[in-house]
């Protein structure tokens, strides 16, 4: 059930990045994953399959840490958005999963649009 769960997720996420790519004619090259979901390392790694793309996955805490560099940057501890990314990245390093077998979720991809197509 959980699989079940979690490919349906990978699959939902594959499917909204295709529907901005095909909105806005604009290639998206990965996708970033934060918050509790980036720990899961199947659902990242079925992410990337799905989607046909890299992940990077991280922070999980990322509301929390967003809030703080917002305060640290209002108090001066941190001068700019910039530097704050810079000693995030550093202080959580994100996980890559690039994708591995993107082949396998063709059929799962297809039968997945046409039950949400229902």
């Excluded at 095909?22 to 980036?38: D, F, N, W």
């Excluded at 940057?73 to 959580?92: C, F, Y």
Aim: glycine share 8%; proline share 7%.
């Amino acid at each position: 059930l959980t699989k079940v769960i979690l490919d349906s997720l990978a699959l939902r996420y594959a499917a909204v990045v295709a529907t901005i790519e095909r909105l806005t004619g604009q290639a998206i090259p990965g996708m970033h994953i934060v918050g509790g979901g980036s720990l899961n390392c199947y659902l990242n790694r079925a992410t990337a399959d799905a989607a046909a793309r890299p992940v990077v996955a991280g922070p999980a805490e990322a509301t929390a840490i967003g809030n703080l560099l917002v305060q640290a940057i209002a108090a001066g501890t941190v001068t700019s958005l910039e530097e704050g990314r810079s000693l995030i990245a550093r202080a959580h390093p994100p996980a890559r999963f690039e994708p591995s077998h993107p082949e396998r979720w063709d059929q799962p991809a297809r039968l997945y649009r046409d039950l949400a197509a229902r």
